[in-house]
Every structure is written in structure tokens, then in C-alpha cells.
Nanobody, 120 residues
């Protein structure tokens, strides 16, 4: 059974930094996209950043220039470095892994979420 274990959330003042990490455990093969989503209070879940197996990335406009996503394909981990944090970045952040593997077909796994709170 595949699990995504997130770490690194917490409380930080505006302008500060946090680094989120996510590790996929269990037998998982054929990962194509790893990413981070967030859901603020009363808001819909939105994509923050994603990185494909070839290394290409995409970011939400609101975080471009402040957040950096990276992955380690050998370890099945994905990190999100968040700098210059703003109060509007406050949300629960979710790790997401998508891929395809023979026998199980396409898959889409989610982490349990980690709270990021940015105080003004």
C-alpha cells in the first residue's frame, strides 16, 4: 500500500521560509508527476506547484518567484521550498503523486495534509 508522508509545515511570520517534504512509501512505480496543492479555509483546493519526471515544472502565478519545487526520483520524494511567505499562503498543503503502472493502470495518491500558517 502506498502512503505519502508529509512534513515541514508550521507557523511562520510573513517574509519567512518553510520547506515541505513528502516521501512516498510502499511499492510505487511509474511516477510521472509529483506536486503540491493547498486548500485555504473556505476555498477550493488549488495547485501550488508540480514537477514531471523529466524535471519540467509549473507553478501557480501567486507563488512564482517565491516557491521552488524539487524531487528525488531515486527516493520518491518531493520538496517545496517556500520563501517570502505571505499571510495568504496560509492553508493546508497536500502532496500529490500521479503515474501509471502495468497491472494497476493510472493512479493518483494524496498525502494527509500539513498545515502552513503565516502570521502578519
Amino acid at each position: 500500500q502506498v502512503q505519502l508522508v508529509e512534513s515541514g509545515g508550521g507557523l511562520v511570520q510573513a517574509g519567512g521560509s518553510l520547506r515541505l517534504s513528502c516521501a512516498a512509501s510502499g511499492r510505487i512505480f511509474g511516477i510521472s508527476v509529483m506536486g503540491w496543492y493547498r486548500q485555504g479555509s473556505g476555498k477550493q483546493r488549488e495547485l501550488v506547484a508540480a514537477i514531471r519526471d523529466g524535471g519540467s515544472t509549473n507553478y501557480a502565478d501567486s507563488v512564482k518567484g517565491r516557491f521552488t519545487i524539487s524531487r528525488d526520483n531515486a527516493k520518491n520524494t518531493v520538496d517545496l521550498q517556500m520563501n517570502s511567505l505571505k499571510p495568504e499562503d496560509t492553508a493546508v498543503y497536500y502532496c500529490n503523486v500521479q503515474g501509471y503502472w502495468h497491472g494497476i493502470g493510472p493512479y493518483n495518491y494524496w498525502g494527509q495534509g500539513t498545515q502552513v500558517t503565516v502570521s502578519s
